[in-house]
T-cell receptor
């Protein structure tokens, strides 16, 4: 079954500390993986996608096919990073998006 | 960014009532989706449409129906609302290029009492 697992419902870190939001997926083919972010009272928006291998707002994520993971990382958390983060999988050729349950990141001053 | 617009933004309705949530987009995308968001459950796909004549059930379609009136419009209906359909509903679109990025509406908060 195709599935996205985000094991942490809530992650609290202090400002300036490193952040890692975990995402594991279950899919036998070549996945398209994304991180979406939802700030308070705003719509979900794309943060980054694995295919572009870019860094957005200091966040990076590397696809590890051996561990079937796509963890989101940032070396120094900022208070404005506080938000809900969703990992999403688009199984190749289906054009659907399977979301994880989300991780709420709280960055403490 | 009003590329994907949902109406209404908030709605309270009574059990058993029929309600329609509307989504319109100006992005020119063929693919449209309806998701519901529940605390601890993330986003779950209700229905999706790849063009006006193509409608597909998602993982939680029971109790819902949809209508794709035009490329730009995709409506979600609850034929007889029940309290466990209380949730935040999101419409999304994506294009047919290789990027496969989804663009979301602002959400509709529906409460069934």
């Amino acid at each position: 079954a195709q599935r996205v697992t985000q094991p942490e419902k809530l992650l609290s870190v202090f400002k300036g500390a490193p952040v890692e939001l975990k995402c594991n997926y279950s899919y036998s083919g070549s996945p398209e993986l994304f991180w979406y972010v939802q700030y308070s009272r705003q719509r979900l928006q794309l943060l980054l996608r694995h295919i572009s291998r870019e860094s957005i707002k200091g966040f990076t994520a590397d696809l590890n096919k051996g561990e079937t993971s796509f963890h989101l990382k940032k070396p120094f958390a900022q208070e404005e990073d506080s938000a809900m983060y969703y990992c999403a999988l688009s199984p190749g050729g289906t054009y659907k998006y399977i979301f994880g349950t989300g991780t709420r990141l709280k960055v403490l001053a | 960014d009003a590329d994907v617009t949902q109406t209404p933004r908030n709605r309270i309705t009574k059990t058993g009532k029929r309600i329609m949530l509307e989504c319109s987009q100006t992005k020119g995308h063929d693919r449209m989706y309806w998701y519901r968001q529940d605390p601890g459950l993330g986003l779950r796909l209700i229905y999706y449409s790849f063009d006006v004549k193509d409608i597909n059930k998602g993982e939680i379609s029971d109790g819902y129906s949809v209508s794709r009136q035009a490329q730009a419009k995709f409506s979600l209906s609850l034929e007889s609302a029940i309290p466990n359909q209380t949730a935040l509903y999101f419409c999304a679109t994506s294009d047919t290029t290789g990027a496969e990025v989804a663009f979301f509406g602002q959400g509709t908060r529906l409460t069934v009492v």
